[in-house]
């Protein structure tokens, strides 16, 4: 973990899940976000111990295991508050709801562990509750309520607004909950002009407008392929297989849930947009197009 100061009270901590920081006072800050275990507040702590710092909150993006995995630690040793914003804040005082979601059921034990389901911690709701220099806004469609933060140095913290271009490339695919509110995010991001853009798992940036093309363009082609994969009618484990194929990705638990709720959360926008259909045959659930459609950027 490294220490970057990108203003005169705003810091943060390059991460797998950068953490931002703002200084209220000579003393006290504000975490933004704590990474995805205790260890990583650990670290976190360590950090603002050798600055001589206070941890007087958190403000929690949205509570998904790998952005307040260190919530716990860091509450239970400094006694802050936490703020989060409507549906994060039950998670987050709940962490069994995403893996709960994510799998649709009881989660088996293979699904619950650090990467899905956090440690419990409290918090309070994010409205009335900042401190002054810090705005929030939202930027949903990866999670629930997800909010973004802006310091007072003209600095904005996206959380997971954005993936990079090596996840994309890589992956291909990342966790989306609604694919319309996702795409209005990105529209809402191109109105921003700061100092300095962190999204959550990319390098700062002064720019991010080639890194809104990058995400638009690759849901515009997953949308596609899902599309095109309903030409024949298939059910929902046929199209997560076709499109795991089509990426030359390897399935396991964590892969499972998480892609498998975005291919569902795809195929509903699919649906509301009057793409495709579904019918009940055999007790299977089978999904098809419902009219040649050409997608447009």
Known sequence: MELVQVGEKTYYIKNPTNI??????????????????????????????????NVKGIITTHS???????????????????????????????????????????????????FLLAKESTAIQIENNLPEGLEYFPVKGHFFDMIGIKTSDDVYFLADSLFSEETITKYHLFFIYDVKEYLNTLDFLTTLNGKLFIPSHCEATNNIASLIELNRNKIEEITNKIYAACKEEKTFEEILKHIFDEYNLEMNPNQYVLIGSTIKSYLSYLYDENKICYEF????????QKKEVKFEK
């Open 64 to 114: 998904n295991a790998d952005h307040i995995g260190g919530n716990k630690v860091i509450q239970d040793r400094t006694n802050c508050t936490i703020l989060a914003n409507n549906i994060e804040k039950s998670i987050t005082e709940n962490p069994i709801l995403e893996p709960s979601f994510l799998y649709g059921g009881y989660p088996f034990k293979d699904i619950r562990n650090k």
């Open 20 to 53: 931002g920081i703002y200084k209220i006072d000579d003393k006290n800050i504000y975490l933004i976000d704590t990474g995805n275990d205790k260890d990583a507040g650990k670290k976190i702590l360590k950090i603002v111990d050798e600055q001589g710092w």
């Open 281 to 288: 045959k055999d007790n299977k659930m089978l999904w098809k």
